[in-house]
């Protein structure tokens, strides 16, 4: 070893054994440890500083480095690793400290100097290979030796697993994930079918494990990589929305991705076929579960469009004259048309925009229906919808997953066709976000003699999920439906309830005159940077200050990406350091997670009761940093550190994760950057989340392009022709006049006074 730093850093290897580990990220890898360097360091001292990732490092441990010394202007002299090997020492010493480490569970300080002591050099050997032999440690039980014995079997397959993972390029987070599901057998069952990563551990895409594939030997034309590229490409196009891909188009696109000859991509099909992950429908190839969902779909709506109910039916003419007598105000002429077709139909939908009285139709339905003992099930698809259903009918709502309870046992819902949902009436709102897995699973568990009445907006965002089951409902012209377009709510609130009109119509913003009172604003800005800072100051300081909401809790940041300087993630960053900078935090995927971070659950999770777009607040976080308590409007959820893969920060949300949900107030970024998403029902979408301000900052020309763009991409769904082929429009429901009961009277109390019934 040289004796003093060189001049220029030169590539050389050391080796030593680890004095102590000051710091090791298990996601990243990233270590700064302290080594008694074989031969001594330079400048004459025994021990250095290393820097460098490893998968694991422990106290004791040998290891052999390749890197360069480089002068740390803080630290001073350390060695930087670009690549490191550890290795279980070899002297008695070294041992001890490496089993006192805690590497092996149940061996302490304490034991570790015992074992040691006995076996001296042969500890390791007899841990691997003669564990029967720790019954010669004077004191040690049979119950800690067993202990020992699997502790140690486990950790040098875990050891095994992390290295051989990370070696690949899989992150310490991910590695953990794919040991915990496959245990023992990881490396042998990743090098057999790295794929199986795909559809079993989150996080872990085809890319990563096509990568793994190739370096384990498996072949670019493997009958396994082509059908594994299949089921990607499907599962990609289903991410897009899609149900389905035709089959020659599955080829081509499954082909350029692979580079792969059709023929065998045909033939892999086929066996994803026999296999039972894919179905061939005429033509139109299905990912399985989708084809089954958007069969059941269909058979499910169907099939309550022909029962007849399980309550007697309503007298509709009389039963209108009733919530006309009720209701401070005259319904409109579709209004009143959404009443009668709703309590006319088994199955029936209710569409408009905002502002149009779609809420003014669910509590005049319900008022009808309560008063005839009807039980009514209020159900939206996201928390925050339902919540806002909730409190502008006075009923009380549930999300679709909560209503259906999951069962961890069983992996599915409590609630389906076999025990179904017990209720007379189901009122589904913002049913636009319904994808056709989700809506399957609600209608199975909908008794066929129960109605249904969908209410959403089909100009919306679709859902983010595959299908465009409230679209494809409405235009099988099977099932009665009432679109309602005159606006009520210009006055109150008018100037966000015109622009979202103005800007679905194809027209640019409206703003008032100078001066005058206005809960929508547009600040032009050409220059991102710019941009962001006008953000900043909106939501830290002007909003709060003349509207009196809290930045954190009432003003929500919309964005069309996740990526670029205006997307969701950068937005976040700036977001949190102006709002959120200090505090306890629990650091994990290069973010910090304090305490009172707004955050978001982006997938399901069944088992802590939390779904996918649901928003709450950090409220504590664990001392030992190990942990962190979520606070989702009042129920408290445990995150462990290795989960936190799943929340991500919410100060800035996309606008798809924004659907179903309203806010106090809404500031929408609209840039050039974001031009490859700008259309005219994304902006539409953003707009109506507002509910007291809405505030527009970006280019000029992004707000245009996105007005002017209807080019929405079509999805591949067949509900519709599956409904359109299977069903007919049914007549509504009629009561012959002589079996009416005569109608309240006008005097009555109206709480008291029934809606007439038919016989």
Same mark, same amino acid.
């Given at each position: 070893m040289p004796t003093r730093p060189p001049a220029a850093a030169q590539t050389e290897s050391i080796a030593g054994s680890v004095k102590s580990v000051v710091f090791h990220n298990e996601e990243s890898g990233w270590f700064v440890a302290t080594i008694a360097v074989d031969g001594g360091a330079p400048g004459g001292g025994e021990t250095a500083t290393i820097v460098g990732k490893s998968p694991t490092i422990w106290q004791g441990e040998e290891i052999r480095a390749v890197g360069a010394w480089r002068q740390h202007p803080t630290h001073g002299l350390e060695f930087e690793a670009t690549a490191v090997e550890c290795v279980a020492p070899t002297s008695a010493r070294g041992i001890e400290r490496y089993l006192a480490s805690g590497i092996v569970r149940g061996i302490g300080e304490r034991w570790a100097k015992k074992i040691v002591e006995r076996f001296g050099e042969e500890t390791l050997d007899v841990l691997e290979h003669h564990s029967g032999r720790l019954a010669e440690v004077k004191g040690l039980g049979e119950k800690r030796r067993q202990a020992i014995k699997r502790a140690w079997e486990s950790n040098r397959g875990t050891r095994d697993a992390m290295i051989f993972l990370q070696g690949h390029g899989i992150t310490s987070g991910a590695s953990a994930k794919i040991y915990r599901q496959y245990g023992p057998d990881t490396v042998a069952l990743v090098k057999r079918n790295p794929y199986r990563l795909c559809a079993d551990i989150d996080g872990i895409g085809f890319l990563k494990a096509d990568e793994i594939a190739r370096k384990v030997g498996i072949e670019k034309d493997s009958p396994l990589r082509a059908r594994a590229g299949l089921y990607h490409t499907l599962q990609t196009l289903a991410e897009e929305g899609h149900c389905y891909c035709e089959r020659p188009e599955l080829l081509l696109v499954a082909g350029n991705l692979l580079g792969i000859p059709a023929e065998i991509l045909d033939q892999a099909l086929s066996e994803e076929i026999e296999g039972g992950r894919i179905d061939d429908d005429g033509g139109r190839v299905y990912l399985r579960r989708l084809l089954r969902a958007e069969r059941r779909v269909a058979g499910c709506v169907l099939a309550i469009l022909d029962t007849r109910p399980s309550f007697r039916p309503i007298?509709?003419?009389?039963?209108?004259?009733?919530?006309?007598?009720?209701?401070?105000?005259?319904?409109?002429?579709?209004?009143?048309?959404?009443?009668? #077709?709703?309590?006319?139909?088994?199955?029936?939908?209710?569409?408009?925009?905002?502002?149009?009285?779609? @809420? @003014?139709?669910?509590?005049?339905?319900?008022?009808?229906?309560?008063?005839?003992?009807?039980?009514?099930?209020?159900?939206?698809? @996201?928390?925050?919808?339902?919540?806002?259903m909730a409190e502008s009918t006075g009923g009380e709502a549930a999300t679709v997953h909560r209503l259906l309870k999951w069962n961890p046992q069983r992996g599915g819902f409590v609630h389906n066709a076999e025990n179904p949902l017990e209720a007379d009436v189901f009122v589904v709102d913002e049913s636009s976000m319904l994808d056709v897995e989700l809506a399957a699973s609600l209608l199975s568990a909908v008794k066929p003699t129960s109605t249904v009445v969908l209410v959403g907006d089909t100009d919306q965002l679709p859902s983010v999920g595959p299908g465009n089951v409230l679209r494809d409902i409405i235009d099988s012209g099977v099932v009665p439906y009432v679109r309602l377009d005159f606006i009520f709510r210009q006055k109150s609130g008018g100037w966000i309830v015109r622009n979202a009109h103005r800007v679905n119509q194809g027209e640019g913003f409206l703003l008032p005159p100078a001066g005058e009172p206005s809960d929508f604003f547009f600040v032009p800005c050409e220059d991102p940077a710019r941009t962001l800072s006008l953000v900043l100051e909106l939501v830290q300081h002007r909003i709060p200050r003349r509207y009196n909401l809290s930045p954190l809790a009432d003003v929500q940041v919309l964005t069309p990406m996740r990526k670029n300087d205006l997307g969701t993630e950068s937005l976040n960053a700036a977001l949190q350091n102006a709002l959120n900078p200090t505090g306890p935090a629990l650091r994990r995927f290069g973010r910090a997670y304090r305490v009172g971070d707004r955050v978001m659950q982006i997938r399901n999770n069944y088992d802590k009761d939390v779904f996918n777009g649901d928003i709450g607040f950090v409220r504590t976080v664990s001392p030992e940093g190990e942990s962190l308590d979520v606070d989702f409007d009042g129920r408290c959820v445990v995150y462990a550190a290795s989960e936190l893969d799943e929340l991500v920060h919410a100060y800035a949300t996309s606008i798809h994760k924004s659907q179903g949900s309203e806010y106090p107030a809404v500031?929408?970024?609209?840039?050039?950057?974001?031009?490859?998403?700008?259309?005219?029902?994304?902006?539409?979408?953003?707009? #109506?989340?507002?509910?007291?301000?809405?505030?527009?900052?970006?280019?000029?020309?992004?707000?245009?392009?996105?007005?002017? #763009?209807? @080019?929405?991409?079509?999805?591949? #769904?067949?509900?519709?022709?599956?409904?359109?082929?299977?069903?007919?429009?049914?007549?509504?429901?009629?009561?012959?006049?002589?079996?009416?009961?005569?109608?309240?009277?006008?005097a009555a109390t109206p709480s008291a006074a029934p809606p007439p019934s038919g016989s």
């Open positions: 007298d509709v003419p009389a039963a209108l004259a009733w919530v006309g007598r009720r209701l401070p105000f005259s319904l409109s002429p579709a209004q009143a048309k959404a009443v009668e #077709t709703a309590l006319g139909s088994k199955f029936s939908v209710v569409t408009g925009g905002p502002g149009v009285g779609k @809420t @003014t139709i669910i509590r005049a339905l319900l008022d009808v229906w309560r008063a005839r003992g009807l039980r009514v099930a209020l159900v939206a698809p @996201t928390g925050r919808a339902a919540r806002r500031v929408i970024v609209v840039a050039n950057q974001h031009y490859v998403l700008l259309e005219r029902n994304l902006l539409y979408t953003a707009i #109506t989340r507002g509910k007291r301000l809405v505030c527009v900052v970006g280019s000029r020309f992004a707000v245009k392009k996105a007005i002017e #763009t209807t @080019t929405t991409r079509q999805r591949h #769904t067949a509900l519709a022709d599956r409904l359109r082929t299977q069903g007919a429009l049914p007549p509504l429901a009629t009561v012959p006049q002589d079996a009416r009961a005569p109608l309240p009277s006008p």
